[in-house]
């Protein structure tokens, strides 16, 4: 019998925001003779690395940089060696940094509400303690939705209380619409994001289904 396999992604999003928002803050890390391909936004002239990063910090979109160092150009990216490790790797003359701006948002809800362009992409947000990236969903259903978890049904890891088979240390959750992968970020993780009061979507990719929890009732 052919088995038919579906995926589906749980996001979550605040009903409310509690905490006012913190003040923006940088972090950086540097690798000589690397350079991350395929996703520079812009490209300038610069008279160092460090008038290369404050570029980065006055463009929204800007996740990380390659500072070629014949030449002094800066190129701006709007994706990270995290987020996309297969684009990232040796280049010589070149110095790559991340500049993940750790905001102190707590949800991609807080960011949407503070920046409404924003697009649809991984940001950093504050879990409990730590600084974590998560996929924001943007553009669907008044934007600013945080990916908690990707089932897939030829498995239950997802029904798991711990976090499951996390992309990376800093990244739990890619988005994927092909090919889906059960990822789950802990519940102790998925409680903090939606603290007292939230909403979960249910995205069933194959039907093409939406469900939506908010006080434990199902709504489509």
């Known amino acids: 019998m052919l088995k ?13 925001l509690h905490e006012a928002l913190e003040q923006c ?13 395929r996703h520079v936004i812009s490209t300038s002239s610069v008279s160092s690395l460090t008038e290369c990063v404050m570029m980065c910090s006055d463009e929204f979109r800007c996740k990380s940089v390659n500072f070629r160092l014949k030449g002094k150009s800066c190129d701006l990216n709007d994706a990270d060696r995290h987020t996309h490790p297969e684009d990232y790797g040796p280049k010589e003359g070149s110095v790559y940094m ?14 949407h509400q503070e920046t409404p362009q924003a697009e649809s992409d991984y940001y950093w947000v504050k879990i409990g303690n730590r600084d974590a990236q998560v996929y924001c969903d943007m553009k669907n259903y008044g934007g ?6 990707s089932i897939s049904s030829k498995n239950n890891d997802h029904l798991q209380r711990k976090a499951n088979n996390c992309l990376n240390s800093t990244l739990c959750v890619p988005f994927n619409e092909k090919n889906m992968i059960a990822r789950k970020l802990s519940d102790e993780d998925i409680h903090k994001l939606a603290q007292t009061e ?6 069933l990719l194959n039907g093409m289904v939406t469900a939506f929890l908010s006080d434990s009732k199902w709504t489509r």
């Open 144 to 149: 600013g939705w945080t990916l908690a978890v």
């Open 4 to 16: 038919h396999y579906f995926g589906i992604l749980v996001i979550v999003i605040f009903a409310k």
């Open 25 to 37: 803050r940088d972090s950086t890390y540097s690798v000589y003779g690397h350079s991350l391909s």
């Open 98 to 111: 991340d500049t993940s701006r750790k905001n102190g948002f707590k949800s991609c809800a807080e960011i």
């Open 198 to 203: 939230g909403t979960f979507r249910v995205d």
